[in-house]
């Protein structure tokens, strides 16, 4: 099982930006599928963006309220994913989860077939 630890999150303006980091040990993250997941207040988990696992091609799929304002990367030597967020909004905040999943990359926006999950960074936007 991989284990996976986000950092980057903080408190920021509207019209900001940040990104956040998710740091695999134990496996090579680019075995996995890779996904961004948050939950704001009061809600349900929701899907952002993931990358496909490299031997898959490593294409990306967002959600699209994020379409065009984030990004998801991985640096493999480092066996790190990011979020890169731009242009965010107050509707971003959330906790942000990053989570691996070996499921087929036709499913990588099925929440529920990840299963390895971080501890979760804070997003807050607000003036």
């Known amino acids: 099982q991989v284990q996976l630890v986000e950092s980057g999150g903080e408190s920021v303006q509207p019209g900001g930006s940040l990104r956040l980091s998710c740091v695999g040990s134990?496996?090579?993250?680019?075995?996995?599928?890779m996904a961004w997941i948050r939950q704001a207040p009061g809600k349900e988990r929701e899907f952002v963006g993931a990358?496909?696992?490299?031997?898959?091609?490593?294409?990306?799929v967002y959600t699209d309220s994020v379409k065009g304002r984030f990004t998801v990367s991985r640096d493999n030597a480092k066996n790190t994913v990011y979020l890169q967020m731009t242009a965010l909004k107050p509707e971003d905040t959330g906790v942000y989860y990053c989570?691996?999943?070996?499921?087929?990359?036709?499913?990588?926006?099925?929440?529920?077939?990840?299963?390895?999950w971080g501890q979760g960074t804070q997003v807050t936007v607000s003036s």
């Open positions: 134990g496996r090579r993250l680019r075995d996995y599928n």
């Open positions: 989570a691996a999943g070996s499921q087929v990359v036709s499913a990588v926006t099925e929440i529920r077939m990840y299963n390895s």
């Open positions: 990358i496909r696992r490299s031997g898959s091609g490593g294409t990306t």
